[in-house]
């Protein structure tokens, strides 16, 4: 028997610092959100969380914005700030598994993917004026180069440019 407690504690939990707002019937603040896991999150605030506190977290990874409601389930305070704590209310699964990749990628337990060059050298030559699909990093971010400066940039360029582009990712 699994509670909805015990299939959170499965989810990869990421470290992180992470400047947003948090959003309650109290008004809008400033917040860093300092522990993230595609279920649930842990902030600090200037203020306490009102009672039974549902509130909206508005924050960015990798530029794609998240506007996320968390159950406040836990608080304490830290000398002049508030941590809070809960799950994740009502998440559509598509941010979900945005949320879960970038988590992946910040553990360092995600890999980057990179298309063949036949695959992409085809693309290339079919489209020199478009950008082509080269891979994607560990957070799922693509990575697109224009068609001709693939043909310029050779298989050898191309693998640097693109594994370059994975370890610059930092969430």
Request: with cysteine.
């Amino acid at each position: 028997m699994s509670s909805e407690s015990d299939e959170r504690r499965h989810d990869v939990r990421a470290p992180v610092s992470i400047m947003g707002t948090v959003e309650s019937e109290d008004g809008e603040q400033p917040m860093v959100l300092l522990n993230l896991s595609a279920s649930g999150a842990m902030i600090q605030a200037h203020q306490e969380p009102p009672p039974s506190a549902t509130c909206t977290l508005r924050f960015s990874i990798h530029k794609q914005p998240y506007e996320l409601r968390l159950q406040v389930v836990h608080w304490l305070r830290q000398g002049d700030s508030f941590g809070w704590r809960g799950p994740f209310v009502s998440v559509p699964p598509g941010q979900a598994q945005a949320i879960e990749r970038a988590v992946r990628a910040a553990m360092g337990l995600s890999d980057s993917s990179i298309r063949a060059w036949r695959e992409v050298i085809a693309d290339a030559e079919h489209q020199p004026d478009s950008k082509v699909l080269v891979g994607s990093t560990p957070a799922g971010q693509d990575i697109r180069v224009l068609g001709k400066d693939l043909l310029e940039m050779g298989v050898d360029g191309v693998e640097l440019y693109a594994r370059l582009m994975c370890e610059l990712e930092t969430i």
